[in-house]
């Protein structure tokens, strides 16, 4: 199964179903079931910036699968979609005019039972066992 490696506190937000759109400066044809895995960095500031406190961030293991339904061009079009759906979460691509890049659309999260993995760029592939919490 194809894999994303992602800085927490970002997939933790995408596991918890906060935030529906992951930002790359690259497309990608795949569409379907996706992992998310939980990189070992974390950007403290964002922490703080989204108001999370008292939560256990998971680091350098798959905690979610998704479904990657789509990759849009972000645009100002797209932008002004991203501000009405959650102006924070999303606030560093709305406000950054100059980044170009592709939101991959990430829908039906489903929590699984951590899976400890060194991750990757890019998609990656994992042939193991996921089990659903």
Known sequence: MKVLTIKQPYAFLIAKGRKKYEFRTWKTKYRGNLLIHAGKSVDTKAIA????????????????MVKLTDVIEVDDEFREILRQEDA????????????????????????????????????????GKVEDY
């Open 49 to 64: 910036n989204f108001g999370i406190q008292n939560e256990h961030f998971d680091l350098g293991c798959i905690i979610a």
């Open 88 to 127: 924070i979460i999303y606030k560093h691509v709305i406000e950054d005019k100059s980044w170009c890049g592709y939101a991959f659309k990430l829908e039906d999260v489903c929590l699984i039972k951590p899976i400890y993995i060194k991750g990757k760029l890019g998609l990656w592939n994992y042939d």
